[in-house]
């Protein structure tokens, strides 16, 4: 699932090259070379000049997206299998929408390797403020928490529970994951589907009535993580931001 209304512009870029001979449609060359020639060249230039600046030693760089792949401009997500294993697009609440990796640069302090560690947007304030030496009771309420230990390659507890939620197609969803079990639900007029992430990545085995107590459980943290706001009531139908 994801976003399916009128498609949108897209993003154009300057040339096609070097894959303007390939036999693709003409978005799909345009995508790749978005995302990687023009995408890899431009992130060289930041760190470049960094470099002349003598500040790439103590730069610390996030390189992140903040979703999934995405499905508009007449481009098709599927043309790269750019989701992979996972489910939806962006604005979709399944893994293909919200999950996505995040390269971290900091020499000579990260050392090189991976981290499974999940972590969220809201978890980047208090790990800059940490890395900056700025107290957690300075910084306004948030839900997030540091993840400079994961970074620093030493052992972190699990976030208690993850939340998202999106007003897509006028439809309001949800979701939460508490653990390798995720709650979520594209509609309020849709129960909640539950998947057991640790064995079902895709989100094929909708588990919700084997185990309809962990559902609820899911359901109510939902709830108790839900902030209502005038400006974005949660009701049907919602208003897409």
Known sequence: GGYSGSAETGAPVPSWDPYSSRSWPDVEKGHAAGITSYLDKDVGRVVDQLKQLNMDKNTIIFFVSDNGAHNEGHHSYLFFNSSGPLRGFKRSLYEGGI???????????????????????????????????????K?????????????????????????????????????????????????????LELYDLSNDIHEDSNLASVHPHIVSQLDQIAKAAHTEDPNFPKKQPCQSS
Do not use: H, M
């Open 99 to 137: 999950r996505s990796p995040i390269i971290v640069s900091w020499p000579g302090v990260i050392t090189p390797g991976s981290s499974t560690f999940s972590w969220a947007f809201w978890d980047l304030l208090p790990t800059l403020a940490e890395i900056g030496g700025v107290s957690s009771n």
């Open 139 to 191: 910084l306004p309420v948030n839900d997030g928490v540091s993840i400079l230990p994961t970074l620093l390659g030493k052992s972190q507890p699990p976030k208690s529970y993850l939340y998202w939620e999106f007003c897509t197609n006028s439809e309001w969803g949800y979701a939460v994951r508490k653990d390798n079990w995720k709650a979520v639900t594209l509609s309020l007029s849709v129960p």
